[in-house]
């Protein structure tokens, strides 16, 4: 299979995401320019962390105009596996891939710290090497990561089991003190109806190796691989 | 954009008002009357001001620099460009350098701070280096006063602002409050790159004929005279400076960084510098002088954001995120298109000429002649009278009988504890992001931060210290304990240093007793480096620190990197598990002269700070970085403010899992309070298996290093026989939330 990354101006994490797919799960992947058209046979594409345009108005809300995002809808459309980690899931729900918004976290700070997630489904492309329940330990670095959304919304991510990780404290319980900014229903990750576009606020591609804190983070990746084999190779761009 | 003609800017005239506002001596107006062989205009004056000001031609330190050992094997630039290069093996090379940015911070924090990062991310990715850490040191009033909550929140903001935009890591740094810098508090901002050996940028204009090129953001009226400001002392007016701190953009810093590095893949550039102090006049000036050329800018062709700016306002501006390059002639639309790639300005704003003169033109007409090395070679150095204050010998009158022990030493212990100086410090630590370019291994709050190096075995260790106090107490002792901590905090994750930048924090030059403080500073810092083999590769001075005629205390600050063949190996501070045996490296004396316990429980700064003994620093070191080696220790940490007492706290308690107990006895025959918080140099704290304890005993003699065996891991509680015995969840609590709830408390 073939990964795509997306490079905006202001991208600070497709090189994370590039080495852990290359190095620790020996991918390939390509880093694709923001003013390109999508072009080029790609199973998922990746929209990293950082500040696309310095995220000056409201986070990803330039980076959904730029050229590639044309190609990334339509590819979303027609199947094609989406993955947006922080700055991208932000990008991802303004380009309306994902539903819900991003707003600045309750304690206003910038926070950068590890935390427990729990996986609340795996029957997606993005969890299903995980178990249900089962709890993965990722860094998160944000300053706008409060996930909200409208109550029909939030209805219908609960009723279409949309929300596929949640912030939880280590013994996997949803408590007030372990949600780090704040988000509604301690969301931390929800995928669309169609379960192909993800996007979650912490960081799954610098948690891919014991010595950088450990490697919850490849069942993230693995699972797309995984599903991808099982869905015969490149299914959704050609 | 409405440009002035030349017409419509007719030079003011230069009258004594305007040379004294630019901060002349009389002896130096007569100087560059002689120079000129003529009298300066008004932008000649300007641009000798900054040219000439503390802050860019080190007057009054040059001569006392000198003496910092600034070679090594290693070594591949030492000071005098724009950053320092080690090399590392593998075909690749580390880049760093600290600087200061105070003055700016106190007056705006976030910008302030912000920009500092800035300025030295450019510093270190116009070499050709990637910027892959940063550390920052930070100095600030008691936290307490009315102004430290927002000034703290303000820098800590900042840095986090800037470097998590840019995407640079920050990985350490220190925090330090002591009312001292009540009303001028440190921020300096240091960052390390990495860059293949092969592929080093410098900053040369060569080549007659070659394009200067200007790329980045376009030049406002933001920073003029910040160099000036950051040459004279604080006063009540300091406040109206605010309009002069720049504004950063970390996103077009961003792409400016991109796109350098994109075109130094190429074959284009000659040389290139960062438009920081002094803006465009220094970046030409410099360039023109290392290469041994002159320059020639057009200064009509300067990308502007703001109307009818003037030569004398383009020539002096610190707009921030801009750089100037040294092209190859003929290659100009090559670096255009690199640059447009990144949506930002590329424009050929001079070239390098054979005359070795700094000239500038507007509208055709010839506003600056200077020889180049008017400004930089030739500029102004003083030796500075210096002079031992009388006071010093009261400073360091200590009557240990006259300081009554407390009764309940674990209640001293839980109170230094709570001190913002020794409390964790992970209410900063979280703003920053110190994940990306995911190389990090050891995070902020060890001894030492630990990168890995892509593709290579290989790590780094990075820390930041510098103890104005003992600075303060004795500025020689004071400076040879800045550089010993730091070569011990590398030794307890298991690196071996292999350079360092500094800056140097200091009041006003014009005052003997603070160039005493100076000079002995650096002679002590420059007996450390000798002793510990440890070059000097990258620094800066940052004078006039001081308010309404009071200085702060002398506070170098020491960064220093080191290596670890093997990354794996690195080692961390807290305890790992049950029954492990904790064993002391070095010797404990009865020393309480500047320690942090005197401060907080007795309100005392006083006394001589810890002696030294280089021969046994190097003993100790040695002997952790060998215990390391052969992959015994597990876990090692350095004893610092606090002593003993705290450090075997943070043993227990600083690790990211449960907090873990420990019973020691140590054997010293000393009054208590000096046994548990002296702060006795060379000294590290490990602990081991059982069964390694021979061999660490083997080479703790062979190195020399005096080593006892003081306890064993385990349990719930801290005792520290027969004079503590306290909860280790207890500790933790007030140890981690401390920091947080004073500044709440302060506000």
Known sequence: MRWGVIVFPGSCDEQDVYDCLKNNLRQKVDFLWHKDPLAGKFDCIVLPGGFSYGDYLRSGAMARFSPIMKGVVEFAQKGGLVLGICNGFQILCEAGLLPGALTRNASLQFICRRVFVRLEETDTPFTCAGKKGQLLKLPIKHGEGCYYADPTTLERLHKNRQILVRYVDAKGRTTPAADPNGSLDHIAGVCNEGRNVFGLMPHPEDAGEKILGGEDGLKIFSSVIEACDKRGKRAWLD | ?747
Not at chain 2, 24 to 38: N, T
Not at chain 2, 292 to 304: F, I, K, N
Request: charged share 25%; net charge neutral; proline share 6%.
């Open chain 2, 1 to 747: 954009m409405a440009r002035l003609s030349a017409k419509q800017f007719p030079q003011p005239p230069v009258s004594a008002d305007t040379i004294a506002s630019h901060g002349f001596s009389e002896e130096e107006y007569r100087r560059i009357v002689q120079i000129l062989e003529r009298e300066p205009n008004f932008t000649e004056l300007g641009v000798f001001s900054v040219m000439w000001s503390e802050h860019c031609s080190y007057k009054s330190s040059k001569v006392h620099l000198k003496l910092l050992p600034t070679d090594g094997p290693a070594v591949l630039q030492g000071p005098g460009e724009n950053a320092g290069i080690v090399d590392i093996g593998n075909g690749l090379a580390v880049v760093f350098k600290m600087e200061s940015h105070n003055h700016p911070s106190f007056i705006e924090p976030y910008q302030g701070a912000a920009t500092g990062v800035g300025g030295i991310l450019r510093d270190i990715f116009t070499m050709g280096a990637r910027p892959i850490a940063s550390l920052n040191s930070l100095r600030f009033g008691a936290i307490d006063h009315p102004r430290t909550p927002y000034l703290l929140s303000g820098v800590v903001a900042g840095i986090g602002g800037y470097g998590n935009c840019v995407g640079v890591p920050t990985v350490g740094g220190e925090l330090f409050f002591d009312e001292s810098y009540n009303a001028n508090i440190l921020v300096n901002a240091f960052t390390l790159g990495i860059a293949e050996k092969k592929r080093i940028f410098t900053g040369k204009a060569k080549g007659v004929g070659n394009p200067l090129i200007y790329v980045g953001a376009k030049t406002g009226r933001d920073g003029i005279h910040g160099a000036t400001m950051a040459s004279e002392a604080f006063s009540e007016e300091s406040e109206k400076r605010r309009p002069t701190v720049q504004v950063g953009d970390p996103f077009t810093e961003k792409l400016l960084l991109e796109a350098c590095l994109e075109l130094m893949k190429g074959d284009c550039l000659v040389g290139i510098q960062d438009m920081g102090a002094a803006g465009l006049t220094s970046s030409a000036a410099e360039m023109a002088a290392r290469g041994g050329t002159g320059v020639e800018l057009d200064l009509s062709r300067v990308p502007l954001r703001e109307r009818g700016m003037t030569p004398y306002e383009m020539l002096l501006s610190e707009s921030q995120e801009r750089m100037l390059l040294v092209a190859k002639k003929g290659k100009e639309e090559q670096v255009k298109r690199v640059f447009e790639r990144w949506d930002l300005d590329a424009v050929v704003v001079g070239k390098v000429t054979r005359d070795r003169l700094f000239r500038a033109f507007f509208d055709g007409a010839e506003v600056v002649r200077i020889p180049v090395a008017a400004l930089t070679s030739e500029a102004p150095v003083y030796t500075r009278p210096a002079e031992r204050p009388q006071s010093q010998d009261d400073v360091q009158r200590l009557d240990l009988e006259k300081i009554e022990e407390p009764a309940d030493l674990g209640a001293a212990l839980k109170r230094l504890l709570d001190s913002p100086n020794v409390a964790s410090k992970e209410w900063v630590f979280r703003q920053y992001d110190h994940f990306v370019r995911s190389n990090t291994v050891v995070a902020p709050g060890a001894d030492a931060a630990v990168i890995r190096i892509k593709g290579t075995e290989k790590g780094l260790a990075l820390t930041v210290d510098g103890n104005g106090r003992y600075c303060y107490l004795d500025p020689y002792v004071g400076g040879i304990l800045a550089v010993a901590e730091a070569a011990r905090n590398l030794a307890c994750v298991g690196a071996r240093p292999i350079g360092l930048s500094d800056c140097l924090n200091f009041g006003s030059p014009e005052r003997p007793d603070v160039m005493w403080q100076f000079s002995q500073v650096v002679q002590g810092m420059r007996d450390g480096c000798i002793a510990l083999g440890v070059p000097v590769v990258s620094g800066n001075v940052s004078f006039y620190n001081e308010t309404d005629g009071v200085p702060i205390y002398p506070t170098p600050t020491v960064a220093m990197v080191g290596l670890l063949p093997q990354v794996a190996r690195h080692v961390t501070p807290w305890f790992k598990s049950p029954g492990d045996i904790v064993v002391l490296l070095g010797r404990s004396r009865e020393e309480l002269g500047g320690s942090e316990y005197l401060k907080v429980i007795h309100g005392l700064a006083k006394g001589t700070p810890p002696w030294i003994d280089l021969r046994l620093e190097r003993a100790v070191q040695h002997s952790c970085l060998k215990a390391i080696d052969k992959g015994i220790l597990h876990s090692a940490h350095d004893l610092s403010e606090g002593g003993l007492g705290v450090a075997l706290a943070e043993c227990c308690i600083s690790g990211p899992e449960k907090p873990l107990g420990a019973r020691v006895e140590p054997r010293e025959m000393m009054r208590g309070d000096a046994r548990l918080f002296g702060e006795s140099q060379s000294r590290i704290i490990v602990s081991l298996k059982e069964k390694d304890l021979n061999r660490l005993r083997e080479i703790a003699e062979k190195e020399g290093a005096p080593m006892q065996v003081i306890g064993e891991v385990g349990g719930s509680r801290l005792v520290v026989h027969p004079l503590i015995r306290l909860p280790v969840d207890e500790l933790k609590s007030i140890w981690s939330s401390s920091l947080e709830r004073r500044l709440r408390d302060a506000r």
